[in-house]
């Protein structure tokens, strides 16, 4: 098991979160890719979007649904500071995970998060589980609830 999927397994675990991390044959980079691979709507995939505090220079987690876009100045909003762009570099670095496997837990450090008030109309969404071939299903109301994600409006 990769260090990645350790982490979140061990957060998970201590969150008293009930996940089964399934891996799959394809990578699942991008939310469509997911979808397809799962057989489930593009918008009951959780995309775990990085933008970083221009105030602190920390990674901020955006947690929206598959079909949705973050916007950059609403983001900013919700957070009450200036946002840019995180590249590959600096979200490995804060968070411990590669651009296509970020998952809303297991983080390398605590990271402030945000969610989609639309991934809470389903039952159960999917989410990276630290690597582009792994994801697990949950109520997203749990992972708001545990994560301590703060539901904001932040979607074009």
């Known amino acids: 098991m990769s260090k990645s ?4 397994s ?3 675990a201590e969150l008293k979160l009930n996940i089964n991390i399934i891996k799959l044959r394809v990578e699942t980079k991008t939310a469509k890719d997911a979808a397809m691979a799962l057989k489930c709507e593009i918008n009951q995939i959780l995309k775990s ?3 970083l505090n221009q105030n602190t220079g920390k990674c901020i987690l955006f947690m929206t649904s598959g079909g949705n876009r ?5 983001a900013s909003t919700c957070v009450g500071a200036p946002l840019s762009h995180a590249n590959a570099d600096i979200i490995r670095k804060q968070t411990g995970f590669a651009i296509g496997g970020v998952s809303p837990i297991g983080h390398l450090n605590k990271i402030k998060k945000f969610i989609d008030p639309r991934l809470l109309e389903f039952n159960i969404i999917w989410a990276a589980a630290g690597t582009p071939r792994s994801m697990f299903s949950i109520d997203p109301k749990k992972i708001q609830m545990s994560s301590g994600a703060i539901i904001c409006d932040f979607t074009e």
């Open 70 to 74: 973050v916007d950059l100045l609403k």
């Open 10 to 12: 061990i957060e998970a």
């Open 49 to 51: 979007i990085i933008f």
């Open 5 to 8: 999927l350790k982490r979140v």
